[in-house]
């Protein structure tokens, strides 16, 4: 297609986009976005797919690669592509996480890796907070400080491949890589993400055809690329034909403990010589709640930040309040009337109310869960299934039972119908009496399994029965599609997790369909850390626990929790309530440490203090 082409296409949808995000779209240079909570990014990502692709921009058969820094992010915004454009087209999309693009080079290319760094194939995966690398260290080193575990992480991944000159590290490197007789081979997402560079760099055809394959990269959540990631994008597509665009915004960077890279934007518009586009319209939040935000934002940052309201919002919407309680107890009655008050009186569904906390899920919300759980309202701890939902074979075996259970499902018969015709090979097909056969099959095959689940009694016949459906689906192809699955156990881990949160929920409900919903969270309030929560937004949320308990970091990283504040308030549209107890759970509790944060609220003149310590 020509300049033209681009000039003259339009958004999808009979979407109108800002200025500058229509700008950002259709640039097919290197560029950096700068979006703000509900700027709409996920949107403009999925927008400029659509414009590279329909105008043959990324030219077939180039494809485009997504990279975000949560998996739900990734999830979020595949989804969305896929309602924008054909299915022949959306097979050039790729979106992934940074985790998960690292491990599939790694997992792909293993045997390219020289024998000394070459992992045992069944390695498994562990995070900072696990004890596998602390104690690979205690196995040369005499003395191990247990209670700094990112120290001994951070020191193992500060050594580019080979390590030269560290004896220790070359050792620890060495037991993790392979294991023995006590240790199971074991990495890091870090060390993944090392061994991909590595494998990049020592094989020029492995890095010149991933650089074929990809015309243009996305960069989602950009601000929290740590220093690794974006050496493994320097590494791919640093001074190349590829066209980056990477979407942030500084005053959500809350991924500094976990190694975010401070001066990342500075360094990208350096490197990639990229345009810098900033979106001025809030899409999500009432003009009132946009008043804090703007307030934060001077904390943070020098530059003005006047966020334009969505024009479907009039003045003076939008709701937020700080509550005072004597105790925690008081409190959980409290947000449980509001809440129901909220889906009763302004039908508010549950899944739209959102309760977060700092950190410590259980030691703020299980009083609020049996008191919502007394007016008939479910809540749970969303951070259990929040990934595990995500995943494309819990997707493909929930929406398979779905289908089997209800003919009228379009939603699940549409996936396991796109999954099938992708595994089979007949992508852009036009063989009818093929489409015709499979039809049937498919078909058959659910039948078979709702007859199956009427008889299930037990826990292994589940088990089985799931076995049978990843059997159907071909399960070599599915680890070949999803190259994540190829490795360890991954794949049987995800299906036994999976199987032991639906069998539970049928033991309550006696019907699959209601423990399917039940497993999804339908009709259940989410709860969730301010970490968690990041991307997602809700009509009404509700911020407990607001006291220097649980910012007990904020004197020494200020900075990075008031990111976190504005991240936690952000996601609400139009209610916003913040909660304060003196006692909580024979704790004393005070907000002096964060004053600093409440002043922050009362300088926005929208926010209403209401004291229930009498």
């Known amino acids: 297609m020509s300049i033209s082409s681009i000039k003259e296409w339009q958004p999808t949808d009979g979407l109108t986009l800002e200025d500058n995000a229509l700008r950002a779209v259709k640039d097919l240079r290197n560029s950096l976005v700068i979006a703000g909570p509900g700027a709409g990014k996920t949107e403009l990502l999925a927008q400029k797919a659509c414009c590279l692709l329909e105008t043959n921009s990324c030219i077939n058969p180039k494809k485009i690669l997504a990279i975000s820094f949560k998996r739900d992010a990734a999830y979020n915004l595949k989804e969305r592509v896929s309602l924008r454009v054909t299915s022949k087209l959306e097979n050039r999309f790729t979106s992934q996480t940074f985790d998960s693009f690292a491990k599939h080079i790694l997992d792909r290319f293993l045997n390219v890796l020289p024998e000394e760094y070459r992992p045992n194939t069944n390695y498994e995966i562990v995070d900072t907070q696990q004890n596998a690398i602390i104690r690979a260290f205690a196995k040369f080193q005499i003395y191990i400080d247990k209670d700094n575990k990112k120290y001994y992480m951070d020191l193992l991944t500060s050594y580019s491949l080979p390590i030269k000159d560290n ?54 959540e950009f601000q929290d690329t740590t220093t690794l990631q974006y050496e493994l994008v320097k590494t791919c ?43 001025k319209m809030n899409h999500r939040s009432a003009p009132r709640l946009l008043e804090i935000q703007k307030i934060v934002n001077n904390y943070l940052q020098d530059s003005p930040f006047v966020p334009i309201p969505n024009p479907k ?10 509550w005072y309680f004597k105790d925690f107890q008081d409190e959980s009655r409290t947000i449980a009337t509001k809440i129901l008050e909220l889906t009763q009186t302004y039908n508010i569904n549950s899944r739209d109310i959102c309760i977060i906390v700092k950190q410590s899920v259980n030691k703020y919300t299980d009083s609020i869960i049996k008191d919502l759980k007394a007016v008939n309202i479910n809540a749970r701890n969303e951070t259990i299934f929040q990934d595990l939902l995500k995943e494309e074979i819990v997707i493909l075996i929930l929406s398979t039972l779905k289908s089997a259970l209800n003919v009228y499902d379009s939603d699940s018969w549409l996936t396991i119908w796109k999954e099938k015709v992708h595994l089979e090979g007949m992508q852009g097909s036009t063989n009818e009496s093929s489409f015709d056969k499979l ?58 997790d999976m199987e032991g949160y639906l069998y539970y929920y049928f033991q309550q409900t006696g019907d699959w369909l209601s423990s399917i919903d039940t497993f999804e969270g339908k009709d259940s309030i989410p709860i969730m850390t301010i970490h968690k929560s990041k991307g997602l937004e809700y009509d009404a949320v509700f911020f407990v626990g607001f006291d220097d308990n649980a910012f007990w970091s904020f004197s020494h990283q200020q900075q990075e929790d008031t990111c976190t504040f504005f991240v936690g308030l952000s996601r609400a549209k139009r209610y ?21 944060l409440y002043q ?8 209403k203090e209401l004291n229930f310590q009498s």
């Open 167 to 220: 004896q220790l590290i070359e050792d620890v490197w060495n037991l993790l890589l392979k294991g023995d007789e006590t240790h199971k081979a074991t990495l890091s997402f870090p060390m993944i993400t090392l061994l991909a560079i590595y494998i990049l760099r020592t094989n020029p055809f492995i890095l010149i055809s991933l650089r074929k394959t990809y015309s243009h990269v996305f960069l989602d």
């Open 237 to 279: 597509f640093l001074n190349t034909d590829t066209s980056i665009t990477a979407v942030g915004d500084n005053r959500q960077r809350i991924m500094i403990w976990a190694g975010a890279k401070r001066d990342i934007f500075d360094c990208y518009k350096q490197d990639f010589k990229s345009k810098e586009y900033s979106l």
């Open 313 to 322: 919002w009039s003045e003076n919407e939008g709701v937020a309040e700080i």
């Open 439 to 496: 039809r049937r099959e498919l078909k058959d095959f659910l039948r078979s399994i709702k007859n199956t689940l009427v008889s299930i009694t037990n826990i292994e016949e589940l088990r089985i029965l799931f076995i049978g459906i990843s059997n159907f689906y071909n399960l070599n192809r599915l680890k070949k599609s999803y190259p994540k699955y190829s490795q360890g156990t991954y794949i049987n881990k995800l299906i036994q």
């Open 576 to 596: 916003l309530y913040f909660t304060f107890s003196e006692s909580r759970k024979g704790t004393y509790c005070t907000n002096s440490n964060i004053s600093t």
């Open 600 to 607: 922050m609220l009362k300088d926005s003149k929208v926010v």
